[in-house]
Every structure is written in C-alpha cells, then in structure tokens.
C-alpha cells in the first residue's frame, strides 16, 4: 500500500531497530494477551520478557548491531524487500540502523547480497547517523559505498550529550542545538556533500526552524519534519534556498 501511494518516489525501509524494552508487555494484561495470540502459557510469556530485560536498552542489543547478531532475522528482511523488487517496486531503498562501525556496513550489504539483492544495483543502501562513531568516522562509510545517509537526531543527541531523553531527571539537559551535536551534524551533511551523497535529517531538529536554516546552509538535502511544523519550515528552508542564490550571485558579480 506504501510503495503504491508513493508512486514511484523514493521510498528508503529503515531496517528493525527493536530496543528490548518498547517490544514486550511488561503489564499483566498485556502478557496475557501476547500468551494468548501466541498460543503459549502466560509463564512463557513472562520468563522470555525477563530474559529480554537490559538495565541501559538505549545502548543495549538493538539496531544493526543485534541484526548482524541474528542474521536469520536480517535475512528475512531482505528476502521481504526482495519480493518487492520483484513486483516492480524499484524506487527502494535499505537503510541500516545504529551503526557504530563501517563494517557493520560491509556485512550488512553482503548479507543482501547473498539474497539475490545487488546492493547500489538492484536497490539504493544507506544507513542511519545516529552515534557519534559513526559522524566522526562518516567518510570510511562513504569509501565503502553508501546512496544516502539520514541523520537521526534523536538518539544522535542523547549519545553525544549522555542524556536520556525518557528521564524527566535530566531531560532539561537535552538539545539537539548543544555546540557538539551541531558540530557532529554539519560535519556529516559536508562529508556527504563532498561525496555527492544525498544527506536527509528525521527528529526534532528538523522541526525547528532556525535549526532547519543552518542544515540548508550545510547543504542538507530533506528534511523531516513534524506535521504541524511543515509549513514554516517550508517557509524557511525557501528563504534559505534564496539567501544562498543570491549570495552565490553576488560573489560571481565580484
């Protein structure tokens, strides 16, 4: 229903990033509901969200990491995204998620390949910038081959700054406009640029709109935003867009 509504755009599948803790009912009620669409005992049930249990799951198993962990689970999704392209879906992409290392990078792509799905051939692959690794190390993702790259602010920010952004105790510590997180942003958007790799940006900077003006400025090529913040950051990014020509003019008239 996606690929049809999208009509042919772009549409990049963000690969299963389940932190332990979001995934499982930890409420009687809803392990008695999981017991019984399942088919399995209530016990079951409570013993295998105990054996889920983390004590940090924001830096625990989760992204690409657990993916390449459990490379049954990966291989399951490429095999969907595969028959997909086999309908006719082209405009696909594969992004993977939390990497921490440009070989997480390499095997993931292997991994696809090994499915029948060319990565760079047969479909677009990019990845997620969401640990401070991965921006400060950007260009070794780049020299491995990458389509596209999506900042994801959110857990870029809380990785940067040491703040989890669920704790009301430290919440009022958490900005995506701190110096570093900005720094790691623009360092990523031009990296990109100088590679001719299209750079897009999700979370909530990308709803803030003199935030949004400084990622034009980088060079960022989408942004995504809230819905009742798309209108002014339209707005914006048009007057950034403009700001930027005539500028470029001014300096060719010098």
Request: glycine share 6%.
């Amino acid at each position: 229903g996606i690929f049809k509504a999208m009509d042919g755009c772009p549409v990049n599948v963000r690969l299963l990033d389940p932190p332990l803790h979001e995934f499982v009912p930890h409420d009687a009620k809803g392990q008695e509901e999981m017991a019984k669409a399942m088919g399995v005992t209530v016990q079951e049930i409570k013993k295998r969200v105990e054996s889920l249990c983390e004590h940090n799951p924001m830096l625990g198993w989760r992204g690409i990491r657990r993916e390449l962990d459990q490379p049954e689970i990966l291989k399951c999704e490429f095999k969907a995204i595969k028959k997909l392209y086999d309908k006719g879906y082209t405009n696909l992409g594969i992004m993977i998620p939390l990497s921490q290392s440009p070989a997480e990078l390499k095997q993931a792509k292997e991994l696809c390949a090994s499915v029948g799905l060319i990565p760079h051939k047969d479909i677009d692959f990019g990845m997620m910038v969401e640990i401070p690794a991965a921006a400060l190390t950007i260009e070794d993702y780049l020299e491995i081959g990458v389509d596209f790259v999506s900042l994801g602010t959110n857990d870029l920010t809380q990785y940067t700054l040491a703040v989890d952004r669920n704790n009301e105790f430290v919440a009022k510590h958490y900005t995506e406009e701190h110096p570093a997180v900005m720094k790691l942003i623009e360092r990523t958007i031009k990296k990109c640029v100088e590679a001719g790799v299209t750079c897009s940006i999700c979370g909530q900077a990308g709803s803030v709109p003199h935030i949004v003006e400084k990622l034009v400025g980088y060079g960022i090529t989408s942004v995504s935003s809230n819905a009742d913040a798309v209108a002014e950051v339209r707005k914006t990014v048009a007057r950034a867009e403009k700001k930027i020509i005539l500028d470029a003019a001014r300096k060719s008239q010098e």
